[in-house]
């Protein structure tokens, strides 16, 4: 038996290579579209760009980055991020024709209107100074999210940077029209300068994540910084900089910060007060190379889950285990069968997270996750994330995170998901109102003349031990290109298949990296427009003129605030209704699930509008919404809507009322 099994063991690494081999086989049998079939599918879409209006005289004219002295040979990678878009509601007229960009040419935040925006919606764009509040050369801005965050009812601003904490634009009450003196300059981490100069931490952040997480009925702040603190913008700073510690799983990132709502004022001087939440995140999940984070209820609680996407290694889905006044979330971990490559488990994957956004891709009545991650191929040919979700219902959802189980499987290259390129912001929508959702995910890295990947292969193949030092990277200069003429991508589903990338047939294919991508029916005449922030080249926005769109409930959801609004400021209906889960059970039996998203993703932030899209059908939808109230009590309601536009006042029961 002995001398048999010795025989028996000389085949095993034959076979384990063939089952290699038979696997990889199969997985690069990717599902594709026939060109008749795209061509037949772009067919039902059209988008035409349309120019966006900036501030008078604004000159874009920077190409890269000033950085620490210890990432000169490499500034080209340095500088790879920064541009932003939001859209959103400020001027509270009940349309989200508002925008916000981070333009890294010139490194300002610009408020302007979108281009579909009519006369009455106009005004003089403008940029954003931090000014009284102090600052220093060696900062720049890195996104722009819109938001209610004192509960006033009139749309604030939030920026985030490399270099500072971020800063709160509150809107003034009285100010009439946006402009540089609607707002109100206020530190999100309270500080003081005896000199007047920045002496607070050295943030690097890529992503904000605006929710409530202990379900208190007011908004809190994930913020999730990229380099650790330190000067990397600075040419005079401190040798203090450091690159990733793996390229696989690194922990020495700036980590995340979650900051729960305290108390706030409105008024010609308005406040809002956060107070970090130690000790809210599991400790192992708070150190990392954070691109991209969202949140969605996932168990019905009432308090959102959290995903954060991770450049480097393990991204983190996390549990919410917060009561009110109290935030924690504990992390959950997929389940791994023998056939399941590890980085397919959530949790445990070695790829490098970029984007993430929530939505029902399969119209089942449960969040499923996008996530972008590298995809180039003869790159760093990773893979897309698109994770299904697995559990029979909220409650036993419940049930398996509480266990520690996150009960996800990855179905990317079945959906045709798998393979983009350098990927970055992704987010879902409803583009014709069919009952479906598109994705759109933005691509690109550094954009010039010379072929890089090698040089970056062979980084990616180098010991661990060696990457934390910026001197063992090779040069990332200018001139140098690493999928830096990537396209954005624009996915729509086939009939009955898996998704097909229409960006060629559909005039998307500019060769602009591109990294924010922000979602709203600016027109409210049910078509989803969005726009795009292009690194290093001037930002994109796309009108929605799709022929034969179906019909479509939007909703646009509110708590109460004290008073009533009187036409004569910036002050809409109410606050946004953070927290919100919206199920519609259409007509023709299809149940569907969205949620007011305060802000998430990589550097882009979509409208909070809730959109389902109806097809053909129509009619009386009955809709299921649950939130809390501002005394953190859980509510659920269902209310039978008509298709169209709706308004609903959130307090202890759902009201709708007139529409701004």
Known sequence: MASLWARKRRFIPGLTALALILALYFVARLPTASADTRAELASRYRFTEMPIAMPPGYKPTQTE?????????????????????????????????????????????????????????????FALDP?????????????????????????????????????????????????????????????????????????????????????DGHADILVSNYFPDSDVLDPHGLNNVQMNASMSNAKNGGGSHVLRWQNATAGPRPTATFAEARGALPFKASSGWTLAASSADLTGDGVPELYLANDFGKDHLLHNRSTPGTIRFGEVIGKRSPTTPKSFVIGKSSFKGMGVDFGDLNNSGRFDMSVSNITTAWGLEESNFTWINQAGSEADMQRRLAAGEAPYTQKAREMGLAFTG?????????????????????????????????????MAMTNDNIYTNPAMWPNVQPGDDIAGSQPVAFYA??????????????????????RGVAMADTRRNGALDFALARQWGPPAFYANNSPNLGRYLDLHLFRP???????????????????VTVRARTADGRTHIS?????????????????????????????????????????????????????LLLDTTAKEVPSR
């Open 65 to 125: 980055r000033t950085v620490n002295p210890a990432f000169r040979h490499l500034r080209s990678w340095i500088s790879a991020v920064g541009a932003a878009v939001a859209i959103n509601d400020l001027q509270g007229n009940g349309r989200p024709d508002d925008m916000c960009l981070v333009d890294t040419r010139t490194d300002k935040v610009v408020v302007t209107y979108a281009p579909t925006a009519p006369a009455a919606d106009r005004f003089t764009p």
């Open 131 to 215: 000014a009284p509040l102090p600052v220093h050369p060696a900062m720049a801005p890195m996104g722009c999210a819109p938001g209610d965050f004192n509960g006033d009812g009139r749309m604030d601003l939030m920026v985030y940077y490399w270099g500072r904490t971020p800063i709160l634009f509150l809107a003034k009450t009285g100010t009439r029209a946006l402009a540089p003196d609607t707002y109100e300059r206020v530190e999100l981490v309270p500080q003081g300068s005896a000199d007047g100069a920045y002496h607070g931490p050295r943030w690097n952040t890529n992503a904000v994540n605006v929710a409530d997480f202990d379900g």
């Open 422 to 458: 350098w990927g970055w912001d992704v987010k879902m929508g409803d583009f014709r109102n069919s009952g479906k959702l598109e994705i759109v995910q933005t691509e690109g890295f550094v954009k010039g003349k010379i072929n890089r990947w090698p040089w970056l292969q062979e």
């Open 493 to 514: 589903r086939q009939d009955g298949g898996p998704f097909a990338n229409l960006t060629k047939e559909l005039g998307l294919a500019v060769p602009i990296p591109t």
């Open 561 to 579: 605030v004290a008073g009533r609004p009187d036409g004569k400021d910036l002050r809409g209906i109410g606050s946004p209704a953070y927290g």
């Open 595 to 647: 949620q007011l998203d305060g802000g998430s993703g990589h550097s882009g932030k979509r409208s909070f509008e809730v959109r389902f899209g109806l097809g053909r059908t129509g009619g009386p939808v009955e809709v299921e919404l649950q939130w809390r109230d501002t005394q953190a009590r859980l509510h659920k309601q269902t209310v039978r809507l008509n298709e169209g536009d709706h308004t």
